[in-house]
């Protein structure tokens, strides 16, 4: 027969974590809570650039200028000459033929009174600037894209990579 003691000690047995488990799940959670604050934080997710302030254009003159339009494709900003990246309009300077004068004149003042008509956000495209180094941008106007609006007018073409000519080759 058993011993009476052997009974009560069964059943009173402690359950649970013994002092080893009890220190190894305390030295895991301390190594994982370490290599959890060691990771990078994630990145911010992309927004869409902030409008800038409302800004009054003028027309550039020979050599420059800031805060003006000069042609219908092209304007300085702050400092920056930015070419709106997803259009082509007709030359000014100089122009091939009275045609092209003619359009490229419109072009430039209708840009003039788009960039003066709200608030500018310029979008960055897969290059930074041209071989000029003008910065290329996509540009919108109170969230309406420059370009389409020149295009829709029939003063631009959307840029296909390469400059056209605008005069009549007949």
Request: charged letters at 25%.
């Given at each position: 027969m058993k011993h009476p003691l052997d009974l009560h000690r069964r059943?009173?047995?402690r359950t649970g974590f013994g002092?080893?488990?009890?220190?190894?799940?305390?030295?895991?959670g301390i190594v994982g809570g370490l290599a959890w604050a060691m990771l990078p934080a994630a990145a911010p997710a992309p927004t869409a650039p902030a409008p800038a302030p409302r800004t009054a254009f003028g027309f550039c003159h020979?050599?420059?200028?800031?805060?003006?339009?000069v042609?219908?494709?092209?304007?300085r900003l702050a400092g920056d000459?930015?070419?709106?990246?997803?259009?082509?309009?007709?030359?000014?300077?100089?122009a091939r033929c009275p045609e092209e004068a003619r359009l490229g004149a419109a072009a430039t003042q209708r840009?003039?009174?788009?960039?003066?008509?709200?608030?500018?956000?310029?979008?960055?495209?897969?290059?930074?600037t041209d071989r000029y180094g003008r910065k290329l941008r996509r540009v919108e106007v109170?969230?309406?894209?420059?370009g389409d609006t020149l295009v829709a007018e029939g003063?631009?073409?959307?840029?296909?990579?390469?400059?056209?000519?605008?005069c009549d080759q007949s």
């Open positions: 059943r009173h047995r002092r080893n488990e009890l220190a190894g799940m305390l030295l895991v020979s050599g420059g200028g800031t805060n003006c339009v042609d219908g494709d092209t304007f000459k930015i070419r709106i990246a997803d259009i082509d309009t007709p030359e000014t300077h100089p840009l003039h009174a788009l960039l003066n008509s709200g608030a500018l956000t310029l979008h960055p495209i897969d290059r930074d109170n969230g309406r894209g420059v003063l631009a073409r959307p840029y296909r990579g390469r400059r056209m000519g605008w």
